[in-house]
């Protein structure tokens, strides 16, 4: 393997000229979005080349193609000029010496509580710059990357301290289009698409078993990531969605969604925010965890 100098590193400037030439397959095209000339272009493809001792392209007459190579390399190229992007934003965000406070949740929790949430945490606290990470599934957070996260679960994370904000009752909800009231009977269930969440594959059946009812079509219906997506599907007459009773508060308040049972099931597991022990004392973690208690002792 060829071994790389500090000075046979590729500069930031051919990685652009390379990931502009590759994403229109055109010297001359990159030098227009560049601001540059073509020779320019060119040259800084062909020093690359040179100093990866690699061919990008397959030059021809007619167009540039990439080469298996030049496909793998894009892919790289632009996932690095993405992240100094990224840290370039984030350090123009934190000139004025904010502190960076890492949230992570789910993205329907993140949207339709947390976010509400934390209106006005940042005019009180502007020493603090908030950052959100959304993740579908809770395990897939990691938490040594964050600073607090809002997650479902049992309560008993590793190292970590765990404040319970509230329980979950999942309530089956219909746009009144789709049914105009609740229903008189559980059969009548059957009549209706059930909208699924690959998240809780089990909920439908569950909540008919707590009710001593089979459903033969429990498992069928779309099925999709987040109760956000099970939401908006019920608002546009695709089936009834049962989803956490608190995520749909304001379709209920303004009637877009209706209550068509009366059973709420409530889970076995509830909704914690949870932070670093060692780290309970920073001021960060202190006043978040004093904002959000505030917020639910309002409610």
Same mark, same amino acid.
Not at 187 to 195: A, G, M, P, T, W
Not at 251 to 267: D, H, K, S
């Given at each position: ?43 800084? !493809? ?7 001792? +690699? ?24 996932? +690095? ?32 509580? =947390? ?7 940042? /005019? ?6 908030? /950052? ?17 996260? *809002?997650?479902? #679960? ?11 904000? *509230?329980?979950?009752?999942? +309530? ?5 289009? =789709? ?28 909540? *008919? ?11 069928? #219906?779309?099925? *999709? ?17 049962? !989803? ?56």
């Amino acid at each position: 393997m060829q071994k790389m100098t500090s000075r046979t590193y590729p500069s930031t400037m051919s990685l652009r000229c390379f990931e502009a030439s590759a994403r229109y397959l055109s010297f001359t095209k990159a030098a227009q979005v560049l601001h540059m000339t073509q020779s320019a272009i060119s040259k800084q !493809v062909a020093h690359l080349e040179e100093s990866l001792n +690699i061919q990008l392209f397959e030059r021809s007459l007619q167009r540039l193609q990439l080469t298996p190579t030049g496909k793998l390399f894009l892919k790289e190229t632009q996932t +690095i000029l993405n992240q100094i992007e990224i840290s370039v934003l984030n350090i123009l965000a934190h000139r004025n010496e904010a502190e960076t406070l890492n949230l992570a949740a789910h993205p329907t929790l993140c949207s339709r509580w =947390l976010i509400p949430t934390l209106r006005g945490f940042s /005019e009180v606290h502007p020493q603090f710059h908030l /950052e959100f990470q959304e993740q579908i599934s809770s395990s897939d957070i990691d938490i040594s990357q964050v600073d607090i996260a *809002f997650l479902y #679960g049992d309560g008993v994370w590793r190292d970590m301290t765990s404040i319970k904000l *509230f329980e979950e009752k999942c +309530i089956a909800v219909g746009s009144p289009e =789709l049914i105009s009231k609740p229903l008189d009977k559980i059969e009548d269930f059957q009549n209706f698409v059930l909208i699924q969440s690959r998240a809780r594959p089990r909920a439908w059946d569950d909540f *008919f078993q707590a009710q001593d009812f089979l459903n033969e079509k429990t498992y069928i #219906g779309p099925r *999709f990531d987040t109760f956000s997506a099970c939401v908006n599907s019920a608002l546009i007459n695709s089936g009834i969605a049962l !989803v956490p009773k608190f995520f749909v508060k304001k379709e209920l308040e303004t009637g877009e969604l209706i209550q068509i049972w009366p059973y709420e099931m409530l889970a076995n597991r509830s909704y914690y925010m949870i932070y670093p022990t060692s780290m309970s004392q920073t001021p960060k973690i202190t006043a978040m965890v004093q904002w959000v208690k505030n917020r639910l002792d309002s409610e």
